[in-house]
């Protein structure tokens, strides 16, 4: 349809055509309201006249049927694929299982295949079976009669009229399948997180410092290039960012496993212990407090989790004056000595403390860490013991 401006007002009514008039065809209507609007007709052709479909016309609506069904379909093996293809993140490289290097090309093919293939449909659709015309329009201000909103209504419905759709139900019955697997396309992932409990077995507690990745023995605490770390490397005031002591402890493979150790000193870890302390005494007294209170020092060393409970950045900057850690990402800022409890910022829960000990000399991880690392998630688990994190 094309539509010309230029500039004008509203038209007043003929005195002749009376709107109730049962005599009026839903057409006549429309051309009386586009007058009154100031709009003009100029050219009003069917795409295929009404009546006896032709062959053409039969070949058009069986394709844009086709594609609308293909869509449909297209658009639930999405969501299939979404909720039940055996996935699981891997690292890139030869090794990499087939369901998991094909699922991210299978969900884009099939969701982008969806919205083409609809796309497609509807501009045939638009091309091919609705009437051509051209209106030539008078611009107006002003509010409308009843009349004229009456007219407007019969426009709007003899603009479903001209889509032929309800002469042509094959086209109807082939728009429910991509009504339905778009739809349940665009929600899929809102309810996917929902499909598995989180809490089952504890899948997200588990990083690189779980002793069954080093044959049930206590992981070291080790530099990037896989050196183990004495008490002795670690100054007084001092951090050091560590990583698990296994095979490819330091590579992304564990990429939630960086932690943060801390020698602090004499004072600082006096009153990380009176808060641990308190902490204790509250909770064994029934008071609601951020679970799970973790005493996770060794002497004056502690180790916390580097990965921002808000949004996963690395909390990494260490003011040792104030004994506060900042995220870069949003500002958020833990305070060290009350247990890394987030003081400032969008995050809302302190960071995990990993159970440190010493063995041969060298600092270990006693068990994992007892709560999930980074980002709240729905339903985390509040507090594990070191026996459940190492099993």
Known sequence: MTVEHIRGGHAAPAEDFYVDDPAHTRFDLVKEGLRRDGMEIVHYEPAFPPGRKGRVEKRIERTIAFLFA???????????????????????????????????????????????AMGFALAIWGKKLLPH?????????????????????????????????????IIKAALLLPAAGLGAAAVAPLVGALIKNPQDGHPLLKTGWSPKLNGGKPVPLTRDDGTPIRPEDVSVGGQMTVFPGIPGGATNKYADSPTLLIHLRQEDADALRASIAESQAKLAAGAKVQLPVVDGMWENFVAYSKICTHAGCPASLYEQQTNRLLCPCHQSQFLITEQAKPIFGPANRKLPMLPLAVENGFLVARSDFLEPIGPSYWERPVEITEQEANE
């Open 70 to 116: 293909l869509s449909g379909l297209l658009a639930v093996a999405f969501v299939v694929a979404y909720i039940w293809w055996p996935w699981r993140y891997e690292l890139p490289g030869p090794g990499v299982s087939l369901a998991s290097r094909y699922y991210t090309p299978i969900l884009a093919a099939t969701l982008g295949g969806s919205l083409f």
């Open 133 to 169: 015309e051209v209106i030539i329009q008078d611009r107006h201000a002003g509010p409308s009669s009843p009349d004229e909103q009456k007219l407007t209504g019969a426009a709007i419905m003899n603009v479903i009229d001209d889509t032929g759709i309800k002469r042509r139900p």
